[in-house]
């Protein structure tokens, strides 16, 4: 048996979940923030930071979700744990809808759903040791006295590659990928069976990415974990996720396994994203990078149509004027013209682009 197949069936044993069911299933799912004026503060308008996301996460895996700065994953995120109330829609998990719990069933759904921050120093308070900050979940869950939690915060720093005499340090005094570590033995210590990862590897130095990489990826096989993993950086992405959520402006864009997503993206946002990232020999490519130029657009008045259709250089009048449906089975994408699907040039489509030497005509 393969380490994935070890993984997958002792992460689907222990949250119960039928063969081919999933764990955790986002439907529909919005967060629209009010924008307020006028005297009696009126809600004008809304910020649509998530609007209308929809995926599934299987135990045992890892789902990568990613995206430009602003696109909404990391509200996304934030959202399926309810540290955001969603607007609309429906996070399913272990069979309930999370979205409408109150306070006191949401407490005791999170002894399973538990989330690691980008930030690891803003994440713990700098007034209290290491080893209170461990036990914390503990105590507040009434799972242990703090007396009693002691052993289980020894158990749970070695198992991320920290000793016990870091019980008594401050935050301050570790460095960040220890701090990260910290964060990720607190997620742990009420033994969950999903994590979601809000960039656990962006503010680290890429020697330290390496190690928290390899130790999600340790404790996912050894504790059956589910990870839903949210960065910016294709890197990590590809090394650790099974699967990969492309989101762009609040929607998504793509779904597909890492392997098919680098080998055959089929969004034009996903093809300039990957284009985007650096290449080990960039004299080798294959194929001449495709360019876009531009800022995301405010999420407060979004594009009509599709919205990636202001900066797409393939962009025609039907992308303007109708949203596309994100269809295509395993491998799913919302987009009129696919990359391998007879789209048009850049010279025939959006006039905005196409002024960029470097896009290919």
């Given at each position: ?17 039928p ?16 924008i ?6 009126r ?12 995926f ?5 895996e ?10 909404g ?9 309810r ?10 998990f ?14 005791r ?14 994440s713990?308070n700098?007034?209290?040791?290491i080893g ?8 507040a ?8 939690a002691?052993?289980?915060?020894t158990e ?7 000793s016990a005499?870091?019980?008594?340090r401050?935050?301050h ?10 964060g990720?033995?607190?997620a ?13 590897v ?5 020697s330290?990415?390496?190690?928290v ?6 404790l996912?096989?050894?504790?059956g974990?589910t ?10 992405v590809r090394y650790?996720?099974?699967r990969?959520?492309?989101m ?13 997503l ?8 996903t093809?300039?994203?990957l284009?985007?990232y650096?290449?080990?020999?960039p004299h080798l490519r ?5 360019v876009v130029?531009?800022?995301v ?14 900066r ?5 009048d ?5 949203e596309p ?20 040039t850049a010279?025939?489509g ?6 960029n030497?470097g896009?290919?005509?």
């Amino acid at each position: 048996m393969s380490v994935i197949e070890a993984t997958t069936r002792k992460a689907r044993a222990r949250a119960g979940v039928p063969d081919g069911e999933p764990l955790l299933s986002v439907q529909d799912l919005k967060l629209h923030y009010p924008i307020r004026g006028g005297i009696v503060s009126r809600q004008t308008g809304a910020v649509r930071a998530v609007d209308g996301v929809s995926f599934e996460v299987f135990p045992g895996e890892t789902l990568g979700i990613v995206g430009e700065s602003g696109c909404g994953k990391s509200t996304t995120g934030r959202a399926i744990i309810r540290l955001e109330n969603p607007t609309a829609g429906a996070v399913v998990f272990g069979g309930r809808d999370l979205a409408g719990l109150n306070t006191r069933e949401l407490r005791r759904v999170r002894l399973n759903l538990q989330m690691v921050f980008q930030d690891p120093y803003s994440s713990l308070n700098p007034q209290k040791r290491i080893g209170d900050l461990l036990a914390e979940p503990l105590v507040a869950h009434g799972r242990a006295s703090r007396k009693e939690a002691g052993e289980r915060v020894t158990e749970m720093l070695d198992r991320v590659g920290l000793s016990a005499q870091f019980k008594g340090r401050y935050p301050h005094e570790l460095s960040g990928g220890q701090r990260q570590r910290v964060g990720i033995a607190r997620a742990l210590m009420l033994d969950p069976t999903l994590l979601v990862l809000d960039e656990p590897v962006s503010a680290l130095d890429v020697s330290i990415q390496a190690q928290v990489l390899n130790l999600l990826r340790d404790l996912q096989a050894e504790l059956g974990l589910t990870y839903i993993f949210i960065s910016h950086g294709l890197g990590a992405v590809r090394y650790i996720s099974d699967r990969i959520v492309v989101m762009y402006l609040g929607k998504v864009m793509e779904v597909a396994t890492t392997a098919e997503l680098f080998a055959n993206p089929r969004h034009p946002y996903t093809e300039i994203l990957l284009d985007a990232y650096p290449a080990p020999n960039p004299h080798l490519r294959d194929k001449e990078r495709t360019v876009v130029e531009g800022d995301v657009p405010n999420a407060a008045k979004p594009p009509s149509g599709c919205v990636f259709h202001t900066r797409c250089p393939f962009a025609q009048d039907k992308c303007r004027t109708e949203e596309p449906r994100l269809g295509g089975g395993s491998h799913a994408f919302a987009c009129h013209f696919p990359l391998d699907a007879g789209r048009p040039t850049a010279a025939s489509g959006n006039p905005e682009t196409t002024k960029n030497p470097g896009v290919p005509a």
